[in-house]
C-alpha cells in the first residue's frame, strides 16, 4: 500500500519560530511536492523536487525555503513563521507523469 | 491567471439524486484531468481521471465527461451518498517538458449530500 507520511497532524508556533515540515513517501518516486490549502484558494504549489538536492519555486514560494537530501524525504521550512502562513499543508509524491499521491497533511497554527 | 476553475463553492444535494461538480479550463494544451476527493483532516485522494482522446470515463457510481471544444469538464455522482460529502478537486498536469508531472489544481467545491 502506498504511503505519503507527514511528521504532525497539527502544529502550533509563534511568531518569528523557525518551522520544519517532514514528509516521507516510499514509493521511490522521483517528483515530490508542497501545497497549502486555503478555503477558496485551493491547493497552491509552495516548491516541488523532481530529484534530490533538485528544486524549484511554486506559485507562492515566499517565506519558504525546501531540502531534499533523500530521494524519500522533503522538507518544507519556514525561516520566520507569520499569522498568514497558518493554513494546512500538503505533502504529495509522484512519478515523472501522472497522478500524486498526498499525506494526509499538517494543519499548522501561528500564533 | 487561473487555468483551471471550478466557479461553484459548493453544492448541496439529496442523497440518491445526482450530483454534478463542474469545471473550467483555459490553457488548450491540457490533455489529461484528473479529479481528487478531501475529506477534511485528510490528504486528497484520486478518484478519476479522463485522457482528452476520450469524452467519457466511468468507474462506478462516477463519471466525468469532457468537452474539448468548452474546455469544460464534470463529474457526475449517481446516486449520491452522504459518505461522498467532501472537496472535490479537478486538476490538469502542466504542459511541457519540464512541467515535471506538476498539476494545476481548481479551487475545489464543497460537496454535501443529505441523508
Known amino acids: 500500500d502506498v504511503k505519503v507520511t507527514q511528521s504532525s497532524r497539527y502544529l502550533v508556533k509563534r511568531t518569528g519560530e523557525k518551522v520544519f515540515l517532514e514528509c516521507v513517501q516510499d514509493?521511490?518516486?522521483?517528483?515530490m511536492f508542497w501545497y497549502r490549502q486555503d478555503p477558496g484558494l485551493g491547493l497552491r504549489l509552495i516548491y516541488f523536487?523532481?530529484?534530490?538536492?533538485?528544486?524549484e519555486k511554486g506559485d507562492i514560494p515566499e517565506g519558504y525555503s525546501v531540502s531534499r537530501e533523500k530521494k524519500e524525504r522533503f522538507s518544507l521550512i519556514l525561516e520566520s513563521a507569520s499569522t498568514n502562513q497558518t493554513s494546512m499543508y500538503l505533502c504529495?509524491?509522484?512519478?515523472?507523469?501522472?497522478?500524486?499521491?498526498f499525506g494526509p497533511g499538517t494543519r499548522l497554527t501561528v500564533l | 491567471d487561473q487555468q483551471v476553475k471550478q466557479n461553484s463553492p459548493s453544492l448541496s444535494v439529496q442523497e440518491g439524486r445526482i450530483s454534478i461538480l463542474n469545471c473550467d479550463y483555459t490553457?488548450?494544451?491540457?490533455?489529461?484531468f484528473l479529479w481528487y476527493k478531501k475529506y477534511p483532516a485528510e490528504g486528497p485522494t484520486f478518484l478519476i481521471s479522463?485522457?482528452?482522446?476520450?469524452d467519457k470515463n466511468e468507474d462506478g457510481r462516477f463519471t466525468v465527461f469532457l468537452n474539448k471544444s468548452a474546455k469544460h469538464l464534470s463529474l457526475h455522482i449517481v446516486p449520491s451518498q452522504p459518505g461522498d460529502s467532501a472537496v472535490y478537486f479537478c486538476?490538469?498536469?502542466?504542459?511541457?517538458?519540464?512541467?515535471?508531472?506538476?498539476?494545476?489544481f481548481g479551487q475545489g467545491t464543497i460537496l454535501t449530500v443529505h441523508p
Open positions: 504529495a509524491s509522484s512519478p515523472p507523469w501522472g497522478e500524486q499521491f
Open positions: 514509493m521511490d518516486h522521483e517528483n
Open positions: 479522463i485522457s482528452s482522446i476520450k
Open positions: 523536487s523532481y530529484d534530490v538536492k533538485m528544486k
Open positions: 490553457n488548450s494544451m491540457f490533455d489529461y
Open positions: 486538476a490538469a498536469p502542466n504542459a511541457g517538458g519540464t512541467s515535471h508531472g506538476k498539476l494545476t
